[in-house]
């Protein structure tokens, strides 16, 4: 299979490529990337002018155990079908149901799945189960088992540290993932918002490589109104390579909290959307729509795309996805840079409140730009959900 997409504007910052390009694929490598390729015989063409092609996104949180896990959907209609060919599910499985989530769903999908272990062997099997409320869920020597077995798949993984899942438990799930993921050779995810420990705490335990999702949360704990101390350490970690991730979600994202700390000079290493069964039909929808955004917020678009590319694939340590470069693998997305007016909410609820944090009260803005998916190739095949395989 050979395709060729030519004369869009291709933004890769790994090798700072802005510019008009074509972009040919063989066999589900990246072949080329020059100002003028000729088309092949038998080749598949696909002519994409005036639109932006970028290296297949990369989306650092979802959760895709559908069938397993309350929260999962079907990677390949939210996640591949939506321009992003590779996903990380974040802790939807622990020990326990880790092979039913890869050989039911993981080996199953065309979209490429990664996983973090969740330190709960149960995983999140329904909603706000308290995962953590009960340490006799974290088995480490089970989960380093299994993490190392899937070698392949497993990076790492996560804790979600909030009153709801961990409650006075934070700190010891904390200090168990750590030492899981120093065994296993990978990452720990955490999930903040409405922490019994202080968020800073849980902050400094981190080392370099590890990431903090839902950063702009608007839990009167996060990066919001007076809480300058959270921003300055986020902004001390990230400096030492701790990952600041957004992570959406269905309650995860504030416009107010990110417009707070931009304006301190804190910016998130990646863009993921913590898609799952309670947002993708508002307000995350996609991954591409969080993108947007943060163009809305006012980032670049090459900035936006590195995030969601490049430095997903790094905090991943994947070298061959996230970058447009010869001999990579055959991912890349089309996109549309559209002008109009868009509204966009950060999450669905008003005001409530949480132990002793408050929810910011979803929010809607008018953007008047947006980025539309347009075409996934995914190992070199151009995707058509709409034709069968
Ligand atoms: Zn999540």
């Known amino acids: 299979m050979s395709v060729l997409v030519k004369g869009g504007t291709v933004i890769d910052p790994t090798q700072g490529l802005n510019g008009v390009f074509d972009v040919s694929l063989e066999d589900k490598k990246i072949a080329e990337v020059s100002p003028e390729i000729k088309s092949k ?38 996640s591949l079908s939506k ?39 149960t995983g999140m099997v329904f909603s706000n189960d308290g995962e953590l409320h009960d340490l006799r869920w974290l088995d480490l020597n089970n989960t380093v088992e299994k993490g190392l077995s899937n070698k392949d798949r497993i990076l790492g993984v996560k804790a979600r540290l909030g009153r709801v899942q961990s409650n006075k438990n934070d700190k010891q799930a904390l200090k168990i993932s750590i030492e899981a993921a120093e065994n296993i050779g990978g990452f720990v995810m955490i999930h903040i918002g409405n922490s019994n420990t202080p968020i800073t705490e849980l902050i400094d335990m981190l080392r370099p490589g590890d990431v903090v999702t839902h ?25 030492r390579g701790v990952v ?23 910016f998130p290493t990646t863009i ?58 055959g991912d890349l997305t089309v996109l549309r840079l559209e002008e109009g007016k868009f509204i966009f909410r950060d999450r669905l609820s008003t005001a409530t409140s949480i132990g002793p944090n408050t929810w910011a009260a979803g929010v809607s803005v008018t953007a008047n730009s947006r ?19």
């Open 41 to 78: 015989n038998g080749q598949e063409v696909f002519d994409a002018s005036g639109l932006i092609v970028v290296p297949g996104l990369i989306d650092l949180h979802v959760h895709a155990f559908w069938g397993g896990s309350v929260y999962g959907i079907d990677p390949d209609i939210t």
């Open 272 to 329: 993921s959307s913590d898609l799952h069964i309670n947002n993708v039909t508002g307000p995350v929808f996609d991954l591409v729509t969080t993108m947007s955004k943060f163009m809305h917020l006012g980032m670049s678009l090459n900035d936006v795309i590195a995030r969601s590319t490049q430095f997903p694939a790094q905090t991943m340590g994947l070298k061959d996805v996230g970058n447009l470069k010869v001999g990579s693998n």
């Open 371 to 389: 980025l539309s998916h347009v075409l996934t190739v995914k190992d070199g095949v151009i995707y058509k959900p709409w034709l069968p395989n």
């Open 215 to 239: 950063c702009f949360h608007g839990f009167g704990d996060g990066v919001l109104d007076s809480t300058l101390d959270v921003i300055k350490s986020m902004k001390e970690a990230q400096s």
């Open 244 to 266: 600041i991730d957004v992570g959406h979600g269905a309650g995860g994202f504030s416009f107010s909290a990110a417009e707070h700390a931009f304006s301190e000079g804190l």
């Open 83 to 121: 321009g992003v060919t590779t996903a990380l599910d974040a802790g939807s499985s622990g020990a326990w149901n880790f092979s039913a989530f890869r050989n039911h769903v993981i080996n199953k999908s065309r979209t490429s799945i990664y996983a973090l272990l969740n330190i709960s062997t």
